[in-house]
């Protein structure tokens, strides 16, 4: 699967694991644990491949986040991304890592 990030600083964190902005920082564990789950979508054929792990609780998101899905980065942070096909490949681009609400706890 060919991953692409919407912002800088995802990219960044994937890359550099920090990220200069200093509106988005994160404690090293998650940023290890976000970095471990990129290089497991990179490894997939396509996104369906996710829900295969468990642990990711790959699903499609609903309400005001139609069109995007996620999976997990722990029991706090998920990673919400749009799924595009381009042939037959699966493109996942990254948009956003946000905090869950305690709902998902």
Do not use: W
Not at 7 to 34: I, S, W
Not at 37 to 48: A, D, E
């Amino acid at each position: 699967m060919i991953v692409t990030f919407d912002k800088e600083y995802l990219r960044e964190l994937y890359v550099n694991g920090r990220t200069t902005n200093k509106k988005h920082r994160f404690q090293p564990d998650v940023v290890a644990r976000y970095v471990k789950v990129i290089n497991m979508m990179k490894n997939m054929n396509n996104v369906l491949d996710l829900a295969r792990y468990n642990g990711l609780h790959y699903e499609h998101l609903s309400g005001d986040k139609i069109g995007y899905s996620s999976v997990r980065v722990n029991n706090k942070y998920r990673i919400e991304f749009t799924e595009k096909t381009i042939g037959d490949q699966k493109i996942a681009t990254i948009c956003n890592i946000i905090e869950l609400s305690n709902h998902y706890q």
